[in-house]
């Protein structure tokens, strides 16, 4: 993903590109053990929150 996608999400902007990275997140935060849609739902929240609260920029000092 190039920086200004990056970017981009930290700053809150919304699209497919924000969408794959939440997939992604929410299976590394969730793992995919059991109960497949719960663990993502749970994910998705979770990065979405992180994002959006901007833990992320200030974790990432962007």
Do not use: Q
């Not at 920086?3 to 794959?20: K, L, M, Q, W, Y």
């Not at 901007?54 to 000092?61: D, E, F, S, Y």
């Amino acid at each position: 993903m190039p920086a200004a996608s990056g970017h981009r999400i930290v700053e809150g902007g919304t699209g497919p590109v924000r969408d794959a990275v939440l997939i992604n997140v929410a299976a590394a935060y969730r793992g995919l053990d059991g109960d497949v849609r719960a663990c993502m739902a749970a994910g998705l929240g979770e990065a979405a929150a992180a994002i959006d609260s901007g833990a992320v920029k200030a974790t990432l000092n962007c």
